[in-house]
Nanobody
Framework: QVQLVESGGGSVQAGGSLRLSCVAS????????MGWFRQAPGKEREGVAS????????YYADSVKGRFTISQDTAKMTVYLQMNSLKPEDTAVYYC???????????????WGQGTQVTVSS
């Protein structure tokens, strides 16, 4: 069974930084996509960033380009989301997701973590 465990959420002031981590257990990175999504209260879940873990190719939502960076540590089966220059509108529950198919930023991934709260105050 695939398990994804996120960590690293918290509360920061606008302009601050956080790094989220997602550890995948019993799951292979080969030929797979892993992504970060977020969902704010009353809003739909949206894709933030994703990575093709075999090619290392990355994808970003326009709203986070230049501020967020997705990366991976294959040996640790971990994907990171470095978030800089955070804004109050980045406040949401952030989810890690994984899928063998290339869903890129569409929230149709097969496997999901439990989510971690990120709160950015002005």
């Amino acid at each position: 069974q695939v398990q994804l465990v996120e960590s690293g959420g918290g509360s920061v002031q606008a302009g601050g930084s956080l790094r989220l981590s997602c550890v995948a257990s019993r799951y292979t990175f080969a030929n797979n996509y892993m992504g970060w999504f977020r969902q704010a209260p009353g809003k739909e879940r949206e894709g933030v960033a994703s990575i093709n873990t075999r090619l290392g190719r990355t994808y970003y939502a326009d709203s986070v380009k230049g501020r967020f960076t997705i990366s991976q540590d294959t040996a640790k089966m971990t994907v990171y989301l470095q978030m800089n220059s955070l804004k109050p509108e980045d406040t949401a529950v952030y989810y890690c997701a994984a899928d063998p198919m290339g869903h890129i930023l569409s929230p149709t991934y097969r496997y999901w973590g439990q989510g971690t709260q990120v709160t950015v105050s002005s």
